[in-house]
């Protein structure tokens, strides 16, 4: 599996279908994880982080044959590919920027990825499209019991799995939902409803997790700590409170679908005849204009229009993803102006 045939792959957390797919694009669960008797990263020495990278690839791919996962080594990848896998959820934005020996281990599903050298020595993560979260919890604890298998990791009797952020200690685990919540934003009950959910030790993010804008309507809510708390019940009140969201979310649509219909469609349609016609369109304006029409093809407004080709948009058009697709870097005037030309070609417009 080569790198340059991943990133113009399908991505599992905007695939059509899963569960309550309407507004919830995507859930993860994600593992931190250290070897026991070595430093955490931010303490390891150059020379230690490049044996340890090289320890834990032997390590990991052989934990996980026969599958077919690959190893993609950072140090010394091209920028525009650290980018895509950034873009891609695969990789964070701290692995990406970071210095020395650093590595990730991805499926050709792109569900698994498992980030070497990161703030921990194991980021383990796997997504599932839409609401599935004991699912993707049992599929990532079968992956961590087979990387356990081959290496020992740092673990105390009475605080649980040791990470270097203090957030993480205790089972290492944050469970994750991301959510397009347009209805809320509409009706400005977004900020009351995301002030409820804090009240229940659940953390709200934007689209790339911690530090980033919720563009695009697109939010992930997860677990804030894991300390004093098993999986089960971490799982148990994103499982309790998700729900509450979606009915929320659901309410706000109807209420803008019965009390502002004209409003509604004209900001729908208006993002459509834009990504239709548009010769040139930011990074940012892209993912309101999708959003909008996300919107209104998963409320049947905006009819004969493939949801699946809106969601992968979202990714495609990522500066990233559409300087990739160039095969060359671009400048931000001239990322705009092919962003628009593969808009229209993607929906079907001149």
């Given at each position: ?22 507004i ?49 080594e ?23 920027a ?13 569900r698994?990825a498992?980030?070497?050298?990161e ?8 997504y ?11 599929d ?23 990470t ?16 397009h ?13 995301f ?18 804008q ?8 997860s ?27 659901r ?19 208006r ?12 990074s ?12 209104g ?20 058009t ?13 400048s ?9 030309d ?8 001149t």
């Amino acid at each position: 599996m080569k790198l340059d045939d991943l990133i113009v792959g399908p991505s599992p957390w905007l695939q059509p279908g899963g569960p309550q797919c309407d507004i919830i694009l995507s859930t993860r669960v994600r593992l931190a994880r250290n070897v026991a008797g070595r430093p955490f990263s931010s303490r390891l020495k150059p020379d230690q982080r490049e044996e340890l990278d090289a320890w834990l690839q032997k390590a990991i791919l052989k934990a996980l044959a026969p599958k077919d996962v690959a190893w993609f080594e950072l140090e010394g990848m091209p920028e525009i590919d650290r980018r895509c896998l950034v873009e891609r959820h695969l990789i964070s934005r701290e692995l990406a920027a970071g210095d020395g020996h650093r590595g990730v281990a991805i499926d050709p599903t792109q569900r698994l990825a498992i980030m070497a050298n990161e703030e921990d020595h194991i980021r383990l993560q796997i997504y599932s499209p839409g609401l599935q979260l004991d699912e993707t919890w049992r599929d990532a604890d079968e992956v961590d019991d087979r990387i356990e298998q081959q290496v020992t990791y740092t673990f105390s009797p009475t605080l649980g799995y040791l990470t270097a952020c203090p957030t993480n200690v205790g089972t290492g685990m944050r469970a994750s939902v991301m959510l397009h919540l347009p209805g809320l934003v509409l009706t400005k009950q977004i900020e009351k409803v995301f002030r409820a959910v804090s009240r229940m030790r659940l953390a709200v993010r934007g689209l790339y997790g911690e530090g980033t804008q919720a563009t695009g309507d697109i939010y992930q809510i997860s677990n804030q700590a894991s300390l004093g708390r098993s999986e089960s019940d971490i799982l148990k009140t994103l499982g309790a409170v998700i729900p509450q969201i979606l009915a929320y979310e659901r309410q706000a649509r109807d209420v803008l679908a019965t009390e502002s219909p004209k409003y509604l469609d004209d900001r729908i349609f208006r993002a459509w005849g834009l990504l239709t016609h548009a010769r040139t369109i930011s990074s940012e304006e892209t993912l309101t204009l999708l959003s909008a029409a996300r919107l209104g093809v998963n409320m049947a407004r905006l009819k004969g229009v493939d949801i699946g080709a809106i969601n992968e948009l979202f990714l495609l058009t990522r500066p990233g993803h559409i300087q990739k697709m160039r095969g060359a870097e671009l400048s931000e005037t001239e990322r705009d102006v092919a962003r628009a030309d593969y808009i229209r070609k993607r929906l079907g417009a001149t």
